[in-house]
């Protein structure tokens, strides 16, 4: 998701120069329209993922795929886009993507399916500060 002029920002600094559309963003996300930012609403993450999506499978119909972004288009994509959960409370009803987590979707008769979501098993036995 772009975030347009917040990028690279520190939190801290955003929810003091921008609070209110930042609250939009978070908690409002069906009409968060991204009007200081200039980033991208999450109407736009959702068609610009699907849009992929929909081309990935065009050019590769069978066999299976990998599929690497950040958590919030991942988000929006899985239980959005394919899933077809509600936008406006998709942050509280579906699950948070971890960063490095593994999330498996099955794709079969024009239907997707969430087999695993968060799998962070890879990550056991990783020492931290290694």
Do not use: C
Not at 24 to 42: F, H, I, Q, R, W
């Amino acid at each position: 998701m772009s975030f347009g002029i917040w990028e690279g920002e520190r939190f801290v600094d955003i929810t003091e120069n921008y609070g209110e559309e930042y609250a939009m963003m978070l908690d409002n996300p069906a009409t968060y329209e991204a009007n200081v930012s200039k980033g991208e609403t999450y109407y736009q993450v959702k068609e610009r993922t699907k849009q992929a999506v929909e081309q990935i499978l065009e050019e590769q119909p069978e066999g299976n795929i990998l599929v690497v972004s950040h958590g919030m288009a991942l988000r929006v994509l899985i239980f959005v886009a394919l899933q077809g959960a509600d936008l406006q409370t998709h942050r509280t009803e579906t699950p948070h993507i971890l960063n490095t987590s593994v999330t498996v979707v099955d794709y079969e008769n024009g239907e997707f399916r969430v087999v695993t979501a968060n799998d962070t098993a890879h990550l056991e036995g990783i020492v931290e500060g290694v």
